[in-house]
T-cell receptor, first 110, second 115 residues
Framework: GQNIDQPTEMTATEGAIVQINCTYQ??????LFWYQQHAGEAPTFLSY????GLEEKGRFSSFLSRSKGYSYLLLKELQMKDSASYLC???????????FGGGTRLMVKP | GAGVSQTPSNKVTEKGKYVELRCDPI?????LYWYRQSLGQGPEFLIY????????DSGLPNDRFFAVRPEGSVSTLKIQRTERGDSAVYLC?????????????FGEGSWLTVV
């Protein structure tokens, strides 16, 4: 089976750093994606990790530990526009089908 | 097109009616996916096409749901005898091919409400 867990909600302050964790238990593993989704909009791609370690892309970084079934998304220098849901998704089998977690709703406050 | 296009953006239908939701993927993308997302939850996989064929339809909840992609481009998700529990956002996505790691691009979704 596939199980992906992430916190339901988080709150952070503008300008600060926030880390959103994701743990997964899947029957296979071909990579982990993070998506950002603003209310009423399509999910948009943020990052992809398939090897252990940290991938940095501007203000956003994503980390993966395959042995621990664990990833996190790190957002630096938070801006109000970063208020959104952040979706962790695992590609557990062929065909690049993704299994998503429930999403973490991040609220950035002034 | 520039992005994944879905129509209609909103659909309200009565319980028991038939609906069709259309997806036009990014030009040249051979892989197409349908997901369903309920409020406050993550997207749930329904079906995956590679070209014209359904490579994996294991996510379709029951036989009221069916999808086609006859020419390997546009896809239609068909729901028969709709039920109130079918109310959700139906997201279509596409990627260059079905290879692992290729970025999957989502459309804006079709918001279905069954009353």
């Amino acid at each position: 089976g596939q199980n992906i867990d992430q916190p339901t909600e988080m709150t952070a302050t503008e300008g600060a750093i926030v880390q959103i964790n994701c743990t997964y238990q899947t029957s296979g593993f071909n990579g982990l994606f993070w998506y950002q989704q603003h209310a009423g909009e399509a999910p948009t791609f943020l990052s992809y990790n398939v090897l252990d370690g940290l991938e940095e892309k501007g203000r956003f970084s994503s980390f993966l530990s395959r042995s621990k079934g664990y990833s996190y998304l790190l957002l630096k220098e938070l801006q109000m526009k970063d208020s959104a849901s952040y979706l962790c998704a695992v590609n557990g089998n062929a065909g690049n089908m993704l299994t998503f977690g429930g999403g973490t709703r991040l609220m950035v406050k002034p | 097109g520039a992005g994944v296009s879905q129509t209609p953006s909103n659909k309200v239908t009565e319980k028991g009616k038939y609906v069709e939701l259309r997806c036009d993927p990014i030009s040249g993308h051979t892989a197409l996916y349908w997901y369903r997302q309920s409020l406050g939850q993550g997207p749930e996989f329904l079906i995956y096409f590679q070209g014209t064929g359904a490579a994996d339809d294991s996510g379709l909840p029951n036989d009221r749901f069916f999808a086609v992609r006859p020419e390997g481009s546009v896809s239609t998700l068909k729901i028969q005898r709709t039920e109130r529990g079918d109310s959700a956002v139906y997201l279509c996505a596409s990627s260059d091919n079905g290879a692992s790691g290729n970025t999957i691009y989502f459309g804006e979704g079709s918001w279905l409400t069954v009353v």
